[in-house]
């Protein structure tokens, strides 16, 4: 069995220059596949609410929903570091709520780590967490919890503010940093200021590592397509083509053959 990573992993990797693979995942089938497939960290993401669960935007997933994926993914995980977000409203009304939520995920999945949204306003609870024992993932950027506030999926362009953020999220104890739909001339000059390994999404190919969303880069969600995101496989397709030949052949009488009934 190949030797599993944590969080002491990445930053080994920053520091010898090896790039670091994020994908989200939701359930045991495809934690299966991603951590044979040799994807470093595998990220339970509140998009499950929006891929899985079809909501418009994050805000609805639960501690509860969240804890659910996770479990799924870990009994699905021998190699890749599991990483679970934290869903809205369940760590920014206190600090005392944070380690609450964030320990009941880490406890009731077994989880290697949590991740949270935001920067500056985010540090002192970012490092109530680590206080405790609880290793954390920060996300700086577009932050998809606030997108009503950010006023909607944009890029993310204040130099100054952006790079204030990654330096909080650092000075607190985060062992990464996410940043979400940022010039790569920025996201580039901040994973180079910073000690931990950065990873991107929708952040050019400077930073330390990179994540996509699952659903996305299969064609398993069409509903929208960010345009930072590369198509490896259509999945969405090759399961219609496949569904409509069980339905053709259900009618027609062809399936169930002989060699799929008993005798």
């Known amino acids: 069995m190949a030797q599993k990573v944590n969080i002491t992993t990445l930053a080994e990797m920053k520091r010898a220059g090896e790039k670091i693979t994020m994908v989200t995942g939701y359930d045991y089938p495809f934690a299966r596949l991603l951590d044979e497939s040799g994807i470093d960290t595998i990220l339970v993401g509140d998009s499950v609410g929006v891929v899985v669960a079809g909501y418009k935007d994050t805000l609805p997933v639960t501690v509860d929903e969240m804890i659910y994926h996770g479990r799924a993914v870990i009994r699905g995980t021998d190699r890749a570091l599991v990483i679970i977000d934290l869903p ?3 760590y920014q009304i206190s600090i005392e709520d944070a380690k609450l939520q964030a320990g009941r995920i880490m406890k009731e999945t077994g989880a290697g780590a949590v991740k949270l949204e935001g920067g500056v306003t985010m540090k002192e609870t970012i490092r109530a967490l680590v206080d405790i024992g609880i290793p954390v ?23 100054e503010r952006l790079m204030q953020d990654a330096i909080a999220v650092a ?14 001339e920025i996201a580039t000059e901040i994973s180079q200021a910073l000690d931990i390994p950065t990873i991107g ?4 190919n400077g930073c330390d590592g990179q994540v996509l969303v699952l659903h996305d880069m299969l064609s398993l969600f069409d509903r929208f ?13 090759e399961t219609k ?12 009488g062809i399936f169930p053959g002989d060699e799929h009934s008993f005798k």
């Open 88 to 90: 809205f409203m369940s």
């Open 137 to 159: 993932c920060g996300h700086i950027g577009l932050t998809p919890q606030a997108v009503n506030q950010l006023g909607g999926f944009k890029v993310q362009r204040e130099k």
């Open 171 to 184: 000075e607190a104890g985060a062992f990464a940093l996410v940043i979400e739909c940022v010039p790569s």
């Open 201 to 204: 999404i929708g952040a050019g």
């Open 225 to 237: 397509r960010p345009s930072f995101v590369k198509q490896y496989a259509n999945l969405g397709e």
């Open 241 to 252: 083509k496949a569904m409509l030949e069980y339905s053709r052949e259900v009618k027609a």
